[in-house]
């Protein structure tokens, strides 16, 4: 029976991580169960960087953006002898199993490691893209999305000021959600995402005429992985001949205190895997399906590819 276990966040940092972490630790000290953190992430597991955790340890951190037990990447933990010294370290401490929060490299690596260990491993997807298949949502792409929405709020208002189109790229390298989502209930006039080919010639008619007839701004919103984002800005202003200006919004997509939303989901989702490594359920990440909790077999978490909500493309098309 699993009675110790530990959590780590990998890859790239998203609000509402560390309430997952919370949701873990008290659980399982709620349940008799010892927990620990593991710093840096992987980097954590294969140097030894471990500590034991305790419910002031995870006090005054829901409200937190980032993760406060930090994240990396870390190429040592992609080599079979990395993976040995985390499973060494984690026995050292006698612990017996853990949970992984973080995007598809995370599921990837917690994949692997328990293929080779058989060492009991729990996912919690964590990303602001939401690009994880067997689930609705990630922890961070609420935030995100929200974020995304303010600046859109902003931009709007210098670009109807000087009548310019304004090119914003957002995050989403393999999946659209992020730019599709935000794009809608920003009121974007066109969004670009990675898994349509938008036709630019018909883009820019549009733009021409929508202008021509009184419109005096537009916002496009992009995917970072649909194409280059100056490229596109470049071939808006050179063919319409209208001021066109280009946004990047990077990092700071990552950051913030996470929504309502992202600290309640994300504490369901530390809860529900907490409990399934002390009653012995492993090798599964816990998501969302239409607002239930799901457990998805890891297999085919790292598996299979994510497609865009047909509903949000049909409603994008009509309202943009």
Same mark, same amino acid.
């Given at each position: 029976?699993?009675?110790?276990?530990?959590? *780590?966040?990998?890859?790239?940092?998203?609000?509402?991580? $560390?309430?997952?972490?919370?949701?873990?630790?008290?659980?399982?000290?709620?349940?008799?169960?010892?927990?620990?953190?593991?710093?840096?992430?992987?980097?954590?597991?294969?140097?030894?960087?471990?500590?034991?955790?305790?419910?002031?340890?995870?006090?005054?951190?829901?409200?937190?953006?980032?993760?406060?037990?930090?994240?990396?990447?870390?190429?040592?933990?992609?080599?079979?002898?990395?993976?040995? /010294?985390?499973?060494? $370290?984690?026995?050292?401490?006698?612990?017996?199993?853990?949970?992984?929060?973080?995007?598809? =490299?995370?599921?990837?690596?917690?994949?692997?490691? $328990?293929?080779?260990?058989?060492?009991?491993?729990?996912?919690?997807?964590?990303?602001?893209?939401?690009?994880?298949?067997?689930?609705?949502?990630?922890? =961070?792409?609420?935030?995100?999305?929200?974020? @995304?929405?303010? #600046? %859109?709020?902003?931009?709007?208002?210098?670009?109807?000021?000087?009548?310019?189109?304004?090119?914003?790229?957002?995050?989403?390298?393999?999946? =659209?959600? %992020?730019?599709?989502?935000?794009?809608?209930?920003?009121?974007?006039?066109?969004?670009?995402?990675?898994?349509?080919?938008?036709?630019?010639?018909? *883009?820019?008619?549009?733009?021409?005429?929508?202008?021509?007839?009184?419109?005096? !701004?537009?916002? @496009?919103?992009?995917?970072?992985?649909?194409?280059?984002?100056?490229?596109?800005?470049? +071939?808006?202003?050179? /063919?319409?001949?209208?001021?066109?200006?280009?946004?990047?919004?990077?990092?700071?997509?990552?950051?913030?205190?996470? +929504?309502?939303?992202?600290?309640? /989901?994300?504490?369901?989702?530390?809860?529900?895997? #907490?409990?399934?490594? %002390?009653?012995?359920? !492993?090798?599964?990440?816990?998501?969302?399906?239409? =607002?239930?909790?799901?457990?998805?077999?890891?297999?085919?978490?790292?598996?299979?590819? /994510?497609?865009?909500?047909?509903? !949000?493309?049909?409603?994008?098309?009509?309202?943009?």
């Amino acid at each position: 029976m699993i009675k110790s276990i530990a959590v *780590l966040t990998s890859g790239t940092d998203s609000p509402g991580m $560390n309430a997952a972490i919370r949701a873990v630790t008290r659980t399982a000290l709620f349940e008799g169960a010892m927990v620990w953190g593991v710093h840096d992430g992987f980097y954590g597991l294969v140097h030894d960087q471990i500590n034991q955790l305790n419910s002031v340890s995870v006090s005054d951190t829901i409200q937190c953006g980032g993760t406060f037990l930090g994240t990396s990447f870390c190429p040592e933990f992609e080599t079979k002898e990395g993976r040995k /010294k985390a499973f060494d $370290n984690l026995k050292c401490h006698d612990i017996d199993g853990l949970v992984v929060i973080g995007g598809d =490299g995370s599921m990837t690596g917690a994949k692997v490691f $328990n293929n080779e260990f058989d060492f009991p491993v729990v996912g919690i997807p964590a990303t602001i893209e939401n690009d994880i298949w067997g689930t609705d949502y990630t922890i =961070g792409c609420d935030t995100a999305a929200n974020t @995304i929405v303010d #600046a %859109l709020n902003k931009l709007r208002d210098t670009a109807s000021s000087h009548r310019r189109v304004i090119v914003v790229e957002v995050a989403g390298k393999k999946c =659209g959600w %992020l730019s599709l989502v935000s794009g809608i209930a920003g009121g974007a006039e066109y969004i670009l995402v990675p898994e349509y080919k938008t036709d630019m010639d018909e *883009l820019v008619k549009s733009l021409i005429k929508r202008h021509s007839s009184g419109k005096t !701004y537009s916002l @496009i919103v992009v995917a970072d992985g649909y194409g280059s984002v100056v490229k596109i800005g470049k +071939t808006v202003s050179e /063919k319409t001949k209208l001021d066109t200006r280009i946004s990047v919004l990077d990092l700071i997509l990552r950051g913030g205190s996470p +929504t309502v939303e992202d600290r309640v /989901k994300a504490s369901q989702l530390g809860e529900k895997a #907490a409990i399934a490594l %002390l009653s012995g359920l !492993y090798n599964v990440a816990f998501g969302y399906n239409k =607002g239930d909790i799901v457990s998805i077999n890891l297999d085919d978490v790292v598996k299979n590819k /994510k497609e865009l909500d047909r509903e !949000y493309i049909r409603i994008a098309k009509i309202l943009t």
